[in-house]
């Protein structure tokens, strides 16, 4: 189990690698050109580009707890309340990128109009999407390992 949980891990790495240089190369040009686009609402850049450095917390957040699940599979503890607790932060990083996105995405959609780039508002939906469907994966899975060490509680003090 070693070798999985270890190629997991390298996975989960590689994973934060494109985020932090899109955190660093494209979200300041394309915050400024919210600036640019709407210059009657300047301001907006600032929002977009809080929000973006939030997401971007609130995924390495949820990297950082699968990596700590990913660690508790390998002392052969998973079925804990650690376990749990780190399905829960993932879920709540996970609605907070939905909401964050929610949020942005009339600036997103406005800015793939204006610059006549239609995949740009396609993204966004996409990431909006993924992070829902990560969000109930995530409580799914919160739920029914609860479901279990209550049951092998029960257990134990049956026995």
């Not at 990128?97 to 600036?107: A, D, K």
């Amino acid at each position: 189990m070693k070798r999985e949980t270890l190629f997991l891990k390298a996975v989960i790495i590689l994973m934060a690698i494109p985020i932090l240089a899109i955190c660093i190369f494209v979200v300041p040009p394309l915050s400024s050109f919210v600036a640019e686009i709407i210059p009657q609402w300047a301001f907006l850049q600032y929002f977009f580009g809080i929000a973006m450095y939030i997401s971007a917390i609130a995924y390495f957040t949820a990297l950082y707890q699968s990596l700590k699940l990913l660690g508790y599979i390998d002392k052969n503890i998973a079925f804990s309340e650690l376990s749990v607790k780190a399905l829960k932060n993932i879920k709540y990083c996970a609605i907070t990128i939905t909401v964050l996105y929610v949020m942005c995405l009339p600036i997103i959609l406005h800015m793939a109009q204006v610059d006549d780039a239609p995949g740009l508002g396609g993204i966004g939906m996409i990431i909006t999407f993924s992070s829902i469907v990560i969000a109930v994966f995530a409580a799914v899975l919160q739920k029914l390992l609860q479901n279990a060490i209550d049951i092998k509680t029960e257990n134990d003090l049956t026995v």
